[in-house]
Nanobody, 117 residues
Framework: QVQLVESGGGLVQPGGSLRLSCAAS????????MGWYRQTPGKQRELVAT???????NYADSVKGRFTISRDNAKNTVYLQMNGLKPEDTAVYYC???????????WGKGTLVTVSS
């Protein structure tokens, strides 16, 4: 079965850094667009960043210049390097795998990032 397992969340001070990882299994990873989304209580899940199968990236305006998404197809893993973290980045971060042609879409269970002093 398909599994997306996030790791790397935690508590960090404002201005700090974290790197999230998402290990995928059960899918042909290299053909999927991978993405990170986040959600806070009472709000809709929002896009953070995506990376296409070909490597092109897309970022939410709120994280441009601070976050970097990358993928390692040999390890079936997608990363989110988060620098210059702000309290408003506090959220549960979810990994997503989307295959454009088939419409297949998978989600991880999320990892909590808390930015606080």
């Amino acid at each position: 079965q398909v599994q997306l397992v996030e790791s790397g969340g935690g508590l960090v001070q404002p201005g700090g850094s974290l790197r999230l990882s998402c290990a995928a299994s059960g899918i042909l990873f290299r053909i999927y667009r991978m993405g990170w989304y986040r959600q806070t209580p009472g709000k809709q899940r929002e896009l953070v960043a995506t990376i296409a199968a070909g490597g092109s990236t897309n970022y939410a305006d709120s994280v441009k210049g601070r976050f970097t998404i990358s993928r390692d197809n040999a390890k079936n893993t997608v990363y989110l390097q988060m620098n210059g973290l702000k309290p408003e980045d506090t959220a549960v971060y979810y990994c997503n795998a989307h295959q454009m042609y088939s419409g297949m879409d998978y989600w991880g269970k999320g990892t909590l990032v808390t930015v606080s002093s």
